[in-house]
DNA sequence: GTCTATAGAAGGATAGAC
DNA sequence: GTCTATCCTTCTATAGAC
């Protein structure tokens, strides 16, 4: 039986608000920074009404955490050992750029949670994520190493590509400050630097 | 008269202790998430203590908050137009990288700060900072007309170098997680990075 | 300058009527 | 499913003794 199926139309509905309310608040706020009652106005509801749809506060931040290191690394598992080396990093830039624009408070999110020192998904860093990391570190070491792209540190590479997009969404504030209103969607332009700058870093020259 | 000097040693030692303990928690909390408790037991003193010396909560806020703004553009001021294009790039990538690797708590501090909407810095980034960013970014306008390095747009370059610096220092947990423990230092190999990776992008060819 | 005691508000969670 | 009322804890800040 899926629980989702047994729950009625406004239960869904509910629950879905809350889910997007607890996400707006504790990407701002971090979790202990976070208010029930913050939520509970911006999902339309009650304090009391809320925690009759989710047993307490962490039991809605872990509901948001799980799975968001998922959608965050499906781009980086995409990376196709078997395609064209430049064309697969510059894809994957592109890929983890358009999630920075599509979801940034997922971004938040996660930034709040490092930053507090991934309380609730430090083993999920140091498993999960290295693990993947690891696998595709020897893929891009491999690329080089065949001399189809230059020379590169490739957790390095891939720590600038998390830094630079994610920079989008979790500095959006000053991002938006700085470039002013005329330029008010700063992704056309960050999409095409990202990509000249990755390109002009990887592609092999003066191969001896 | 300058008002530390009315300060007693133990006002001056006990302040610090303050202050330093703030960055600690604030870095890592957020404001809201932060509390006198744990700043208090982080500084040795009884919460009624630290009250003695800062009146509030928001007040040992404020002060961690200013002046760091300033310590954080330094580095871009020092950007002289005078110099050589490339070098001139490359030396405040480096100077940028060591206050992360040197202050990470005061990056967080920042991070955060932004994170939460910029409250209380909102105004001095659309001012002060804009109005640098925008005279440091007419300059590499001119190098890149001047043919002196390739053509980039300035804005998303500084907003690069600031994500990829920071990044060693917000992320530390996740870069820590990734690398494992045998490579616990990563600011050595950080730096030749992004050393490649910025000349490779300034640096000019195929002039036609 | 530092402490104990405590005021007063805010926050998380529960009880029970409807 | 939703509400009012309420409990208990945590939190900021103050009072006042020492």
Redesign the interface.
């Known amino acids: 039986m899926d629980k989702t199926a047994t729950r009625t139309r406004i239960q869904t509905k509910n629950r879905q608000a809350i889910l997007d309310a607890g996400l707006a608040v504790f ?7 976070a208010t029930l009652d913050q939520i509970a106005k911006a999902a339309g509801l009650s304090r009391p009404n809320l925690l009759y749809y989710f047993p307490s506060k962490e039991a809605i931040h872990v509901v948001l955490l799980a799975g968001l290191l998922d959608t965050w690394l499906d781009p980086l598992r995409a990376l196709d050992a078997g395609g064209n080396p430049v064309d697969e990093v510059l894809a994957y830039v592109r890929r983890k750029l358009e999630l920075s624009r599509d979801f940034p408070r997922e971004s ?1 999110l996660f ?2 949670e ?5 309380p609730r998904i ?1 083993a999920a ?2 498993g999960e ?2 693990e993947l ?1 690891d696998e595709k570190a020897a893929v891009i070491r491999g690329w080089a190493a065949a001399g189809q792209i ?1 020379e ?2 490739p ?3 891939i ?2 590509i ?3 997009t ?3 969404a ?2 959006d ?3 938006h ?4 209103p005329e330029r008010a969607d ?1 992704y056309p ?2 999409g ?3 990509d ?2 990755f390109r ?2 990887l592609t092999p020259r003066n191969v001896t």
């Open positions: 990407s701002q706020q971090g979790f202990r920074g938040r930034a709040n490092i930053l507090q020192g991934a430090g860093l140091s994520l290295k990391v230059a590169v540190d957790y390095h590479l720590f600038s998390w830094a630079m994610q920079h989008y979790d500095f504030v000053q991002v400050a700085v470039l002013g700063p332009s960050a095409a630097y990202l000249t700058l002009s870093l």
